[in-house]
């Protein structure tokens, strides 16, 4: 019966066939306003000054000269200087921007102590004096120690 029926590809095998060589990201690219963005085995180009991410198929001079071309045509006079210092300075500014949204290791453990005290609670966000005080503290003993939580439970009964 089975030699009726037609065997067609699976698509794992279709997918195999039609792969493309990935491209390479070439340190060249940035004279185009590019930079690599991606892991190591599959970069696509990032345009510098607009964000846009090409997909790797554009990793190639003629289509990232094409985008500086149609996108940013005042920039397209600029020397390649001009774009390293543009890649320089977007990458001081992921470091300043990684470091201030980076949350130590203790913050996060008392972040969850409070979100599952919180949830415990069962309360109305309005009961603030039974509810903020406990979490303060959490977190207060967690980063600090618990000599500053105990300064923290003393102060919140001073506040009523």
């Known amino acids: 019966m089975e030699k009726y029926f037609h065997k067609t590809s699976t698509s794992k095998q279709k997918e195999t066939a039609q792969q493309k060589p990935k491209r390479k990201y070439k ?5 185009y306003g590019f930079i690599a963005s991606g892991p190591e085995d599959n ?5 510098i000054i ?5 997909p ?3 990793l190639v001079p003629s289509k ?5 071309e149609k996108n940013h045509p005042t920039l397209q006079d600029k020397p390649k200087e001009y774009f390293v210092n543009l890649k320089s300075q977007t990458n001081k500014q992921a470091k300043i921007r990684n470091s201030y949204l980076k949350l130590p290791e203790k913050g996060l453990i008392a ?4 979100a599952h005290f919180l949830a ?3 309360k109305a ?3 603030a004096e039974s509810v903020i005080g406990p979490p303060l503290t959490i977190v207060v003993e967690e980063m600090l120690g618990t000599a500053a939580a105990e300064k923290v439970k003393v102060a919140s009964h001073r506040i009523r």
């Open 64 to 68: 990232l000269s094409r985008h500086l």
């Open 43 to 47: 970069q696509q180009p990032c345009c």
């Open 27 to 31: 340190e060249d690219y940035v004279q």
């Open 56 to 58: 790797n198929e554009s």
């Open 111 to 114: 972040s969850y102590k409070v």
């Open 120 to 122: 415990k609670r069962k």
């Open 125 to 127: 966000h309005t009961d």
């Open 50 to 54: 607009c964000n846009k991410g090409l």
